[in-house]
Structure formats: C-alpha cells, structure tokens
C-alpha cells in the first residue's frame, strides 16, 4: 500500500490516502462532494482496430510534467500518430498494457477500452476516454463491475465553458475535412470547374445532409476544391451557417424546430414532402456525404432506397454516420459497394485518417478536462460543476446517466444524488432525433413530458424538427469552432423546452392523444394525468396568431400562403416592409426566381396596407 499524503487534511479535517476514493460534506453545503485521489497518469496504445490516435501528445505531457505531475506512457503509444517514444521527455516509458497502467489513478485513452484491457485496469482508478457507451455496453457492464470512475468525453454539455473540452468537435471537423477527400478520390468526375484546351469541365455537384461541425467542415472542403455544394438540415439556424461557408440552403418548405432550437415530430404529410425535395436534389448529385447523427443514439435514417435509386450514374454517397448505422438504409458498416450505378461507401473512424491533427487537438481537449479535476496534488470530482455532473458516466459500481442505465437495465444514481440539467448552447454536433426518444443526456422519467405539454406551440407558431425517412426528428447540431455565441447570448435562458408532439397527417390543433400516450410510456410516468394535464393545457391556448390572407396577393395560392406563414411572414406590412436583401432571401427560400420581383409583392403589399380600415 502506498504511503498517504503527508500531512494533508480536507476541510473536513481527515487524512487522504492515496489508495482512498472518498465522498465528505463540506461545512459550506450540504450537497457539495468532493473525489480526492492521487495523480499517476498512464498514457496506454489504442488497440482496437485501425485507431491511429494517442491521447496525449508530447506537448501536452511536457505541460503535465511542469505541474509536478506523473505521467507514464505505453511504448510506441504514439507511433502511428507520427509521435515517438523520445519525442516525450521526461515520462516513464513501459512495454505492456497491464505495466502502464498498473497502480494508475488516471487512465486517459482515445476510445473505450477493450474487455482484455478492462480487465487489467486498476480497480477504482478513473479512465477519461470518448465511450461511445451505447456501442459498448458489454464494455461499461465490466468497467461497473470493477468499480472504475468513468468520466465520458462524449458525454459534454454544450455550453460555452466546456467548448476547450468538447472532443465530439474537435474530431468531427477531421472526420468531415476526410470524408470530402475520400468523396473526391472515389468519384469518378473533378471537383472544380477547368478550362482547358480540350474544353470546359463542368464542376461536380456535393449535396451534404447535416451542418453540424463535420457537416461543416464537408462543405467548407468541397468548396475549397471546387464543387458546387448545397446543403441540407432541418434547423433555421443553419442557414447562416451553411451559406457562411459558401453552400447553398436546400428548402424543403417544412418549418419543424421548436424553443430554444428543440426538435418535435414530423407529421406524415411533412415527412413525404421532405422525402420528395430531398429525393429532386439527390437526383442531381454527383456527391452525396451524410453527416447526421445523434451523439449517444443511432444514426436517423434520411436517405431511402428510392432515393439512391434516382441517382444519378456513377455518383458516390460517403455515410459518414455508419458506425453507428448510416445515413442511408443501404450504407454497409466499413464497406465499399454498388448499388446498381451508385458506390456506396461506410467509412470507419474518419478522425483516425488525419492522426496527426486528430491527436493534437484531442490531447488538447484531454488536457483541459485534467485541469479542471486536478486541484493540487490530487483529482477532485465536483458533481455541483455541471460539465462533471454530465460526464461522469460511472462511478463506484453506479451508472450516472438514465439512457445508459436503461438500456442496462439497472438503476440510475445521478452524479452527486441528483439530476444536473443545466442550460445548454444549442448543440450543433449532430442533432437529428428521433421520435419521442431520449437524447444520450436524459431528464428524468416524466420530465419530458410536462415540458412538452407547458410548451404546446400556439397553431401557426413556427416550431421546428426534422426527421429521417421512417419519421425520425433532427434536434439541434454541435460546435467547437462553428459556435455561433452572440446569437446563443440572445436566445432565453431556459434552451430545454419541447414543442409538444402533434398527430401525424392530423390538424395542428389536434390533441395527440396517441403521441404523449406513446411518450408517457417511453418515460415511465401515468399516460391518463398525462393527456388530462395536455387537455387542460390545449383549452388554454390561443385558436390563432394575427394574420392577414396573403392569397389577396398577386402570384400567392393557398399553398404559397401555407409556406409563407411557415417562414414567418403573416402580415401585408412584413412583405411591404422588405428590401431588396429580403427579396432575395425569400425567393431563394420559396424557390420563385424573380417571380417576386417581377409580380411586385412589396408594391402590391403596401397597397394593401394603405387600404386597411
């Protein structure tokens, strides 16, 4: 056993020992725990297949050691990332998993570990990684077993101060910077338009689907190699986005996203006409690279069959998403194939193929979490902070997180003793849901639902959510460096709200019975006070919001009104009001040309205006 720490004493006046994992109440809160343990870092070789990554890099190490800490490396940890064994100075260099980590307080690893090496790892030590749990659970059913504190990389709130930590990020922007690489080497056509003495190439089509950070990063390639891109996703707020890196919006006409950049379900009549827009610009595509996905979930499926097989010859679709399932319902896990003329391709571990850069900024990532749980000489686990709250996934034989715990089918302990739920950025990772499922950070049972219920949009509101093919919803996506803070910092406080669920194909003003029985179940609460609680919620609410009849405009049908008001526009003044800018944005949003110009809408507007009583 190894000798305590001389000396030192907590607030609490006990001695901690180095070999000692111990919760106290501190005298200034009642609620407030602390983890004390001592620092012996252990940097082991990844070992599942084709994992090219280290988690800490010489730089950060050098940092470490400054501190006064120990930090212990496998041999050869770093090879395959192009760091070498005497590019780390000053660190204990071991041969062997079981010898790095051996007597470790901390364990960081890029991935899960394997069973082999769980079985190896120090009971009680703490193991910082990116799980991925909902893929390993047989992996995070051992690590309970042997009692190890798992703190989850993958499992960060989206807000503002964890942003230096968010590992999600940091690797999507190489998995999507690779995965247009890949999509240009496979495609049989060039990128950017040339001209030439033999004639004029015309430049390929990119259609992405999904603008979170790799979504992004897809776009912002394809461009720099030339293509013509355009992009889709379900969120308003990725408009900016996408057209800031120099794609075009894809509008499907479907407004679904709800408070605070939250998601609710399509209706059937909604899902088709999205199936059908998406389905005209795959169509036209050279490229196809999905990058939807659901951090902790599977990925939603967005492209159907139909869809690929309207593509045209010779095209490429890179699924980004299909380690955890794919995009497209064709995609095949780590494989290239041809659907008739379509090669369809399920690239693994994107991130993995630019190690270099994948590795730095992870190790940047991994550091920054160390400095927030080390205090002193030793490791302390505050569950008032809110991103150690979330990341915890694991501690003393208890699981922390409810989606995890359930698919466990144990209890859930929350972190400290209770639900930490703070509010979040919107995060612009991934974000496509499904329908009334839970995202990997769960409420408690029945909280989605009261939400829902308090938030049911007033008709004619523009909430907002998205889905893949078989219904499911696109929540909001995730940002490291595409954080957009100032508008975040005009947004509400309270960013957790849920539109409530509406009946598929049914009016909007319908009462889902159906959905909120269907999302009572899901969450484990009483259906009955539930649609009672709906019910009384439903009277209250306003038949209608102030509109005028758009179709008193020239050019504007029924089904031109639906799609206005759907984009905010509900009154003769909003259209008498727009410049020239606005014009524009709108004919691009309904697709017009200039329809709206050439039919004088504004003119026609303010005469309208000027003719009210």
């Given amino acids: 056993m190894r000798n305590p720490i001389p000396g030192r004493a907590t607030s609490a006046g006990k001695l901690q020992l180095r070999d000692s994992i111990t919760f106290r109440t501190h005298a200034d809160s009642a609620t407030r725990q602390r983890c004390a343990v001592s620092l012996i870092i ?71 570990p394997t069973l082999e090496e769980i079985a190896l790892l120090p009971s009680r030590c703490v193991l910082i990684c990116i799980m991925s749990a909902f893929q390993h659970l047989d992996e995070v059913q051992a690590l309970r077993e042997r009692r190890i504190t798992v703190l989850a990389m993958d499992h960060l709130p989206r807000i503002t101060r964890a942003q230096p930590m968010d590992a999600l990020s940091s690797q999507a922007t190489v998995a999507g910077y690779k ?122 499926r967005i492209i159907t069959e139909d869809m690929v097989d309207g593509m045209l010859p010779e095209s490429v679709i890179v699924d980004m998403a299909a380690s955890t399932g794919g995009n497209c319902e064709l995609t095949r896990i780590g494989e290239h194939y041809y659907h008739q003329d379509t090669l369809i391709v399920g690239p693994l571990n994107l991130p993995s193929h630019g190690a270099v850069h994948a590795s730095e900024m992870y190790s940047r990532n991994i550091y920054n979490m160390l400095q ?64 009334g499922g839970k995202s990997a950070d769960e409420t408690r049972p029945g909280e989605t639902v009261q ?77 009955e006070e539930m649609v009672r609680q709906a019910e009384a919620t439903d009277s209250t609410v306003d038949e209608d919001l102030p509109r005028d009849e758009l179709i008193r405009i020239d050019g504007v049908g029924p089904a031109l009104q639906e799609r206005l008001y759907s984009f905010g526009y509900r009154r003769w003044q909003q259209l008498a009001d727009m410049d020239d800018d606005a014009i524009e944005k709108l004919s691009i949003q309904l697709e017009l040309g200039d329809e709206i110009k050439e039919q004088d809408w504004r003119g026609q507007a303010q005469r309208l205006v000027r003719s009210r009583p």
């Fill in 42 to 112: 252990a940097v082991p070789r990844e070992r599942r297949t084709s994992e090219r990554r280290v988690a800490l890099d010489p730089s950060r190490v050098e940092r470490l050691l400054q501190q006064g800490l120990q930090v212990r490396i496998e041999a050869e940890c770093g090879h395959a990332a192009s760091f070498h064994d005497e590019d780390y100075r000053g660190v204990t260099v071991m041969h062997g998993f079981a010898s790095v980590v051996q007597d470790a307080d901390i364990v960081v690893k890029v991935v899960c």
């Fill in 179 to 300: 995965a247009a690489l890949l999509a240009a080497e496979l495609s049989p056509r060039l990128f950017p338009m040339l001209t030439t003495a033999a004639g004029t190439i015309r430049p390929s089509r990119v259609l992405v689907i999904g603008a979170g950070v790799a979504g992004l990063q897809a776009i912002a390639t394809s461009k720099r190699l030339g293509a013509q891109v355009e992009a889709y996703d379900i969120r308003r707020a990725a408009k900016e986005q996408i057209e800031s890196v120099g794609a075009r919006m894809i509008d499907t006409g479907v407004e679904v996203e709800g408070a605070g950049g939250v998601a609710r379900a399509l209706r059937k009549d909604e899902r088709q006409k999205q199936h059908d827009v998406l389905a005209e610009h795959l169509a036209r595509a050279h490229v196809v690279i999905c990058a939807a996905s659901i951090p902790g979930r599977q990925a939603p």
């Fill in 372 to 435: 927030l749980i080390i205090q002193g000489h030793d490791v302390v686990l505050d569950p008032e902070d809110e991103i150690i709250a979330r990341c915890v996934l694991l501690y003393d034989g208890q699981v922390n997180h409810a989606s995890i715990a359930s698919l466990l089918e144990v209890d859930e302990v929350p972190f400290g003793g209770g639900t930490h739920k703070p509010a979040e950025l919107p995060d612009q990772t991934a974000g496509w849901l499904d329908d």
């Fill in 451 to 527: 939400k829902a219920i308090a938030a049911r949009p007033q008709q004619g509101s523009e909430d907002t959510e998205g889905p893949d093919s078989a219904g499911s919803v696109v929540a909001t996506a995730e940002s490291g460096s595409s954080r957009n803070q100032s508008e975040t910092a005009k947004r509400p406080a309270a960013q957790d709200e849920v539109s409530a669920p509406r009946p598929l194909g049914a009016p909007d003003d319908q009462l889902d019975e159906d959905a909120i029985r269907d999302l009572a179940a899901l969450e484990g609460v009483d259906a």
